[in-house]
């Protein structure tokens, strides 16, 4: 009599039942395998192949399987190595800090499975190094976009003492399967095969996790060791909730205001500056929130969030004339509020008082970015900048030539925008996410205080924005 299996199959992972289960019916074979020990939403996914006499179910419940297996006392072989190990040693070059040693101790508490919350700048890559080297596992850290796999290649090699050449690249061209590799989002959701490979998943700003297709990943891959790592990981669509299936619950969370005073991020002040609107704008603007708010008052119409302001405006100005004209107004009073030409005189001020600094400007909008490049001689950097062209731009502000740089959402996340000592948020959304990816480019400790400035259009929606993105 042969044991039960359980192997991996393109996305799937199949349970091979022993030769004692053939003749039962489907739930008979699963009450004689799992017994009342499967959760009933494991045991719902979980489907038979009529064809060669074998259940898929999702790589994910792996282990809730085994742990069925073993309490309703099945003999089982796993047919693949659980914990596949480096084949190589490291070395943690430096010393972790107290909180990367704490962050560290939480995840390896909760069975090294959870997701670790801290600031930009702070150390998160650092943090999945001393994982890596605890652990000792094939380890595959997942990362958003294509800038980010050389940083990462360079900064775990250097945080384990390893040549960057035995650090495998797979994404944007390259496809390099090694014991520790660097895989973007989409190539990770593309070539899920690949996750059988690895012991240990590490997702770099993993909020990006629980979008349909990105979700695919952590239910492709087998291994319940898995690392979640953001400085914001509140979804506006709430969906951040499925990061504790998809990865684990919340073991470790810093604020940027608690690693300030432990002096390991540089002490900051926040800076608000009104800037007026013109008499002329003003009655613009005012006409323009009138046409819509007078819509949602005749439609009886409540925006509670974003998803309702897409769902009752956005969605039904497509077929609806009214709509469209609330929309439409409602955006020109939003182009009127964040972009005030008052601030640009307000810009001029602070450049001027930053004159020695290096300073990174931030806007909503990308004509903005170009306005301010054009009116200051600025550098400037948009979804429209070429690749090169971005890094030369990056590689000189890095190096001092160029002390001060515009630029639109494309540096939030996802690229290492060099430190710098103060940031000017020109105009920028709601979310918390952006503003503490825009403070952290000025939180790397230094001497001296940092300085982060909003410019925030008086008696508009802007200020509500402001007061949400906190």
Same mark, same amino acid.
Request: hydrophobic share 40%.
């Given at each position: ?65 085994? /742990? ?99 650090? *495998? ?84 969370? /810093? ?6 005073? *432990? ?208």
């Amino acid at each position: 009599m042969s044991d039960t299996t359980l192997e991996l199959r393109g996305r799937d992972l199949i349970i091979v039942p022993s030769t004692e289960y053939e003749s039962l019916a489907f739930p008979a074979m699963l009450n004689q395998l799992f017994g009342n020990h499967l959760p009933t939403s494991i045991r719902s996914s979980i489907a038979v192949d009529r064809r060669q006499r074998f259940l898929r179910t999702q790589p994910i419940h792996f282990s809730t399987i085994k /742990r069925a297996l073993r309490l309703q006392e099945t003999p089982f072989t796993v047919a693949f190595d659980e914990r596949p190990a480096l084949p190589f040693p490291t070395a943690l070059a430096m010393e972790a800090r107290p909180y990367q040693q704490e962050a560290l101790g939480s995840w390896l508490a909760e069975g090294s499975a959870g997701v670790v919350v801290l600031p930009t700048g702070a150390g998160k890559t650092f943090t999945a190094a001393m994982a890596i080297h605890e652990t000792g596992l094939w380890t595959l850290a997942v990362v958003p976009t294509i800038d980010l796999l050389q940083q990462w290649r360079v900064a775990l090699s250097a945080a384990l003492s390893l040549d960057a050449e035995q650090i *495998g690249l797979f994404g944007g061209g390259e496809k390099d399967l090694k014991p520790i590799t660097i895989i973007t989002y989409d190539s990770a959701a593309l070539y899920p095969r690949e996750l059988r490979n690895f012991g240990l998943l590490i997702f770099d700003e993993c909020h990006h996790l629980p979008a349909p297709t990105y979700r695919l990943i952590a239910e492709s891959a087998f291994t319940p060791l898995r690392l979640g790592l953001s400085a914001t990981p509140e979804r506006s669509d709430m969906a951040h909730a499925d990061l504790d299936e998809l990865i684990g619950l919340e073991v470790y969370r /810093r604020s940027p205001a608690e690693l300030t005073e *432990g002096r390991y991020l540089a002490q900051y002040q926040e800076v608000r500056v009104d800037v007026a609107l013109a008499s002329e704008d003003e009655e613009r603007y005012a006409e323009q929130r009138r046409i819509y708010r007078s819509f949602l008052q005749r439609r009886r119409i409540v925006i509670r969030s974003p998803e309702d302001f897409q769902q009752k405006v956005i969605y039904m100005s497509a077929r609806d004339p009214d709509a469209r004209a609330a929309m439409l107004a409602w955006r020109e009073a939003r182009n009127i509020a964040m972009n005030a030409p008052g601030k640009y005189a307000e810009i001029e001020q602070i450049l001027r008082r930053h004159a020695a600094d290096q300073v990174i400007l931030f806007s909503e909008y990308n004509y903005v970015v170009d306005e301010i490049s054009r009116r200051f001689c600025l550098p400037s950097i948009t979804y429209k900048t070429p690749a090169e062209e971005r890094r030369i731009i990056l590689d000189r502000f890095r190096m001092g030539q160029y002390s001060k740089l515009v630029t639109g959402r494309v540096l939030n996340e996802g690229v290492d925008v060099p430190d710098c000592r103060v940031a000017i948020i020109v105009s920028g959304n709601s979310t918390k996410r952006e503003y503490i990816q825009r403070l952290g480019r000025v939180l790397r400790p230094k001497e001296g205080q940092a300085t982060l400035y909003e410019l925030v259009t008086s008696g508009t929606t802007e200020e509500n924005v402001a007061q949400r993105r906190k």
